[in-house]
T-cell receptor, first 115, second 109 residues
Framework: DVKVTQSSRYLVKRTGEKVFLECVQDMDHENMFWYRQDPGLGLRLIYFSYDVKMKEKGDIPEGYSVSREKKERFSLILESASTNQTSMYLC??????????????FGQGTRLTVV | TQLLEQSPQFLSIQEGENLTVYCNSSSVFSSLQWYRQEPGEGPVLLVTVVTGGEVKKLKRLTFQFGDARKDSSLHITAAQPGDTGLYLCAGAENNDMRFGAGTRLTVKP
């Protein structure tokens, strides 16, 4: 079974702190994604990566950066946390983004609260 | 604006009823997935549809991909309380994957 593991289930940080959210997958997937999920807005794509050291902006990249130094690990960084970044953050991976193999496998999510 | 529009946003029904939820877009997707998410967990894949007009069945769930590969529907027969959850559709294209806002289904015993 594919396993996507996020480093924390719950996190509370202060405004202005630098925050790191880590995600690791164990199925050698090429693609990895970071989403945030807010009520009524669904999952919004922050960044994705289709290869090591490659990254692409999603719909809402402002205030975030990412790092993919190894294939299995994709990190989301909040440079200076703000209260409007309080959300559920979901990491996902997939083998492909076209045709078969596009299924995304998700981690359990990190509920981040910025106070 | 959501790339994928899901309707209805909320649905509350009695056990044993049938229901259909929809996922619509103006974009063409190479594939479309349906996921179910329970509170406090990440979404879990239910099905992937790839071919226009394709119909897939998963027990009491029937999924259909539109002929033009822009829309999809999920039909549940004889809904059960265990079907309660957030149903999300997602479209894959151009190296990324976009999700709809979801339909929150509640099935009352």
């Amino acid at each position: 079974d594919v396993k996507v593991t996020q480093s924390s289930r719950y996190l509370v940080k202060r405004t202005g702190e630098k925050v790191f959210l880590e995600c690791v997958q164990d199925m050698d997937h090429e693609n990895m994604f970071w989403y945030r999920q807010d009520p009524g807005l669904g999952l919004r794509l922050i960044y994705f990566s289709y290869d090591v050291k490659m990254k692409e902006k999603g719909d809402i990249p402002e205030g975030y950066s990412v790092s993919r130094e190894k294939k299995e690990r994709f990190s989301l960084i909040l440079e200076s946390a703000s209260t409007n970044q309080t959300s559920m953050y979901l990491c996902a991976s997939s083998f492909s983004v076209t045709g078969s193999g596009t299924e995304a496998f998700f981690g359990q999510g990190t509920r981040l609260t910025v106070v | 604006t959501q790339l994928l529009e899901q309707s209805p946003q909320f649905l509350s029904i009695q056990e044993g009823e049938n229901l259909t939820v929809y996922c619509n877009s103006s974009s063409v997707f190479s594939s479309l997935q349906w996921y179910r998410q329970e509170p406090g967990e990440g979404p879990v894949l239910l099905v992937t549809v790839v071919t226009g007009g394709e119909v897939k069945k998963l027990k009491r769930l029937t999924f259909q991909f539109g002929d033009a590969r822009k829309d999809s529907s999920l039909h549940i027969t004889a809904a059960q309380p265990g079907d309660t959850g957030l149903y999300l559709c997602a479209g894959a294209e151009n190296n990324d994957m976009r999700f709809g806002a979801g339909t929150r289904l509640t099935v009352k015993p």
